[in-house]
């Protein structure tokens, strides 16, 4: 069985107590990277308004690519339209060098861009010297569950090549070991701050805790954000990463 349901990973399936806890987690990860001071922040997010407005609200102007394989979110691009710029393009080449402080690539964007490389190389192109990105993908540990899932035993012994994974809509995603994605950036000319899975506590857990008591919440945000498990791609569907440009 996956780790979590299928319809539940694309963002369409009903949001229960772990998603819940998810996206606090991911808001309170946000919320401690960000910059202290106002800043320029590209957001490469696909358009969903959820993390340019985080940012927008923190003080920085954002510059958020809507994702054309995407449906934006109208609500959120209404919502702070005074402090966020939306710009429709599939590749950076509107940006000139060194023109941002920070890139937001959540939403498992560089495992949906299957040019992961090249998508980075262009983010390292942008960021100012010193500047920062954001970086969420799929894990392996995602890829190897669902090619469980479909029957693929042949491609699950295949770990130290690139995991191309087909999901049920007909998208095809790219997951990534820790050692990936340390390599993806690091191949950019990005140093490496810390990397982690996004969550290391269960569904199960998280489901029980809030189940028992929804007031939980904020204790096992602090409890995943507290724990250090750096480098660790054994556990949890996504791996998030932060990088510095040299």
Known sequence: MLPIPAEELNGSGTL????TFYRAVAAEQLNRWLP??????????????????QAARAGHR???????RRTADSQSRLRDADRVRHVRA???????DESVDAVLAEER???IEL?????????????????RALVCVDS??????????QEQWQHLRQTGEVMLVPW??????????????????QGAGLEIEWMRPRTVLSPSTVDHVLGSDARALNYLVRTELEAHPDDDDTVGIHLVASARKK
């Open 90 to 96: 599939d590749d950076l080449a509107f940006l000139p």
């Open 36 to 53: 202290a001071e106002p800043s320029v922040i590209l957001d490469l997010s696909g358009g969903r308004g959820r993390w340019s407005g």
């Open 115 to 131: 040019m992961a490389e090249s998508a980075m190389n262009d983010v390292a192109r942008v960021l100012r010297p010193g500047g």
């Open 168 to 185: 049920p809509d007909g998208s095809i995603t790219r997951c990534f070991s820790s050692t990936q994605l340390r390599e993806l950036l």
């Open 140 to 149: 392996l540990v995602l890829g190897m569950a669902i090619l469980a899932e």
């Open 109 to 111: 964007v560089m495992s």
């Open 16 to 19: 229960g107590p772990y998603w």
């Open 62 to 68: 954002v510059i958020e690519v809507l994702d054309f």
